[in-house]
């Protein structure tokens, strides 16, 4: 149990060598974290706090500032579902629809089992082919409501014969 | 012969990377190929990507829309063969085709180099001329630089279109130890996708026009503030600073003038606000990033506390080319008060999309039909929305208007940082508004109360109103509230923020009406206001509709009319798009 705690944290210990006591990196730092943890745990920001005297609240306040941050855990595989302009006037409120039927949750949700994870992101800037979405950091453009469905029914099926 | 495939993040998401990887796998084992095989950015032709160009003796062509099989008749016919395969041809210098006209009134100044050099090759970019603008400002006065910067006329590009040469002579005349030259690659706007292609495309040209800013306001430290979501570009721009370095056009002692400067890439963790350059100073020195009181101006106490100066991806890429050629040149360019060129991200319902940079003072007409040839969906376009959250939408009557600063503004609308939405019929403005204060909404940092709760406030009536639920003084509420949300905000996000909404009231004030009065969505977009029926005449009973509906509310045999429930139906629109006989109707 102790080992497996150590090794938690080393990711963090890596994160945290180069730093240098300049509280202006708070983001790119958290940027790091984040990265290598998939969100922004609890003890993490904590033990960021105590390593660069930065409070918790002001952790926590950039961190719920920003987007791009979370303080949750995200499926394994994410669908940024782009609603910029381009894709709203395409349509992308039907595409929305259809992957949350086809996944059986809201947007902005994770399924239970923690697969996916569906995100509304403001613009991809891929307008010329929207509406697009971006799954595991691979854009799908020129989509239609058949499109996406098949898009998540093939990594459905990765996941099923992976097991 | 030169085989580039256009990779730029529109190129990799229709699926260049294929076409890349399929291109190699061909030439690999051909035997006696002499190809040389490289990548480019954007193209410009983003409605027709995945893009390949073939340059050979007879001179370039570029194919367009190509899959896997496509590529490699593409390949047999024109490599192989050297013959080109006309019905793929999307542009070329030998033959005609219904494409050409896209780039006939086009002037590149910006996009000079994007799509035409390697963007992680330095030579390339060498080759077109870049840094011979910083080498000609390193035998200047950093006065006069500011002066032939001053003297082009050149207005910022992020949207408010503030003159660039005075503003670095701000910067230049604060007495400071250190100052920041800081580029705003923040791009924010839903629907703007220029300065991610100048930045993927041509990252030197950026780097260049930094240089000469820092070497022109005295600044020895540059930051990048880059969108997170755009991580191509951030490697891109990346290796461009290697190299620069390598060369000696960046770091110390640059070019043995005795100037030294040094690049650094931030990346945004997703804030719109820290488009607004105090919020996003605060997001470089690690805070929240909210806006702060101006003046002191950043050109007095900017980045920590420091002399500074922001400029947007465009502006910076204007300047390498103003110093090399000369302000002069520059002004032949444009109308009487605004001079050069402005890139444009044409997205919507428009039939060749992409991106496009015309000199200023031509015809939104212009660009829709010349250049976008129009809409993509066959139907008349009603509207085409300017400036992205801060901006507004401009109606068809309109659209002899002018593309500059001044005649822009007059119709309420702004020029903006590029974004060009084409819309069509089928568009809802009262849906459009409300999309853009759902945007705005969100993204306002709390800051100024009258931005934080008039925008919910008038989101909440938008909302209302597409639901049909609106009531009589729901638009004078609205007058009303924008009025507020515009006097009492701090930063360019409050203050526009209303723009949509009082653009749509102006020229579509008729649509509202409908919406509250009749509880009708003329354009048949509100959710609530419509219905979805099958006409029995047109219904085959094949199926394809129930078969699709989400909600399994669609009821009939094989062969048989089928009925939707009203009571389930979501009016998602689904049956509509897979009915192959025209009998779903909507009203």
């Not at chain 1, 989509?143 to 996406?148: C, E, F, H, P």
């Not at chain 2, 003796?57 to 047999?76: C, I, P, R």
């Not at chain 2, 250049?371 to 009603?382: A, D, F």
Request: aromatic share 6%; hydrophobic share 35%.
């Amino acid at each position: 149990m102790e080992a497996t705690k150590q090794d938690y944290f080393v990711p963090f210990e890596t994160i945290l060598r180069d730093y240098t006591g300049d509280t202006s990196q708070l983001i790119p730092l958290l940027q790091k974290l984040q990265e290598a943890y998939g969100y922004l745990p609890q003890d993490i920001i904590v033990r960021l706090s105590s390593h660069t005297g930065i409070k918790v609240p002001e952790i926590l306040g950039v961190a719920t500032f920003y987007s791009q941050f979370r303080l949750t855990p995200m499926g394994k595989h994410v669908i940024k579902l782009c609603h910029g302009t381009a894709c709203h006037v395409n349509g992308a409120d039907n595409i929305g629809a259809a992957i949350c039927d086809e996944l059986g949750i809201a947007l902005d949700e994770t399924t239970e089992d923690g697969l996916f994870t569906i995100e509304t992101v403001a613009c991809l800037g891929c307008c010329s082919l929207a509406p697009v979405m971006m799954v595991d950091g691979e854009v799908h453009g020129r989509l239609t409501q058949d499109k996406a469905r098949k898009v998540i029914r093939e990594i459905k099926k990765q996941e099923v014969s992976a097991q | 012969m030169k085989v580039i495939v256009g990779l730029g993040s529109c190129g990799i998401a229709a699926g260049g990377m294929k076409v890349y990887d399929k291109l190699y796998e061909l030439i690999e084992n051909t035997p006696g190929m002499e190809v040389s095989l490289t990548s480019t950015g954007c193209m410009g032709m983003c409605f027709a990507e995945p893009l390949v160009e073939i340059q050979d003796d007879q001179g370039s062509a570029v194919y367009g829309l190509l899959d896997e099989k496509s590529t490699a008749e593409v390949f047999q016919a024109h490599i192989v063969q050297g013959k080109p395969l006309e019905k793929y041809i999307v542009k070329s210098e030998t033959a005609t085709c219904a494409d050409d006209t896209f780039f006939d009134k086009q002037v590149r100044i910006v996009l000079a180099r994007c799509g035409a050099i390697d963007p992680e090759n330095l030579e390339d970019a060498l080759a077109m001329d870049a840094y011979k603008g910083l080498e000609k400002a390193l035998t200047m006065q950093p006065a006069d630089v500011v002066n032939e910067v001053l003297q082009s006329g050149l207005k910022g590009r992020g949207g408010a279109g503030f003159p660039t040469g005075l503003k670095w002579k701000f910067a230049m005349n604060s007495p400071s130890d250190q100052k920041y030259m800081i580029c705003n690659a923040d791009e924010g706007d839903p629907g703007a996708f220029m300065d991610r292609s100048v930045l993927e495309g041509d990252p030197h040209s950026v780097l260049e026009g930094m240089i000469i800013g820092g070497y022109a306001i005295g600044a020895s430290e540059g930051v990048i503030y880059a969108r997170a979501e755009y991580p191509i570009a951030v490697k891109r721009l990346e290796i461009a600073i290697h190299q620069a370095e390598e060369r000696g056009f960046l770091g110390k002692n640059i070019l043995g003038s005795g100037f030294d400067f040094h690049i650094k890439v931030m990346q945004g963790a997703g804030a719109f606000v820290c488009g607004e350059e105090t919020a996003l100073m605060a997001s470089v020195e690690g805070q929240r990033g909210m806006p702060r009181i101006r003046p002191p101006f950043p050109a007095e106490k900017g980045l920590f506390g420091k002399p500074s100066n922001i400029n947007n991806v465009e502006t910076l890429a204007n300047i390498g080319w103003i110093l090399r050629n000369g302000a002069k040149e520059f002004t032949k360019y444009g109308t009487e008060k605004s001079k050069g060129t402005k890139v444009f991200a044409l997205a919507g319902k428009i039939k060749r999309g992409g991106l496009v940079e015309v000199p200023i003072g031509m015809t939104i007409r212009e660009v829709i039909y010349d250049i976008g040839g129009g809409s993509s969906s066959g139907k008349p376009v009603k509207a085409v929305q300017l400036g992205g959250p801060s901006g507004g939408c401009i109606p068809e009557s309109l659209f002899d208007t002018l593309i500059d600063y001044d005649t822009l503004s007059a119709t309420g609308a702004i020029m903006g940082s590029g974004g060009m939405i084409v819309m069509d019929e089928d568009n809802c403005m009262v849906d459009i508004a409300r999309y853009f204060l759902d945007f705005t909404q969100n993204e306002s940092c709390g800051k100024c109360t009258f931005c934080r709760v008039g925008t919910k406030r008038m989101l909440e009536i938008l909302t209302r109103i597409t639901e049909g639920k609106g009531k009589e003084g729901d638009i004078e509420a609205l007058e009303v509230l924008a009025e507020q949300v515009r006097k009492n905000s701090l930063c360019g996000l409050g203050q526009t923020a209303p723009n949509p909404v009082l653009t749509t009231l102006r020229y579509y004030r008729h649509e509202y009406e409908a919406h509250i009065k009749e509880q009708k969505c003329p354009s048949l977009q509100c959710r609530s206001l419509i219905s979805y029926r099958i006409d029995p005449v047109l219904c085959t009973g094949c199926t394809i509709c129930a078969r699709n509906c989400p909600v399994h509310c669609i009821s009939g045999e094989v062969r048989k009319t089928h009925v939707i429930d009203q009571d389930i139906c979501t009016r998602c629109g689904t049956c509509k798009a897979v009915c192959r006989f025209g009998a779903v109707i909507v009203e």
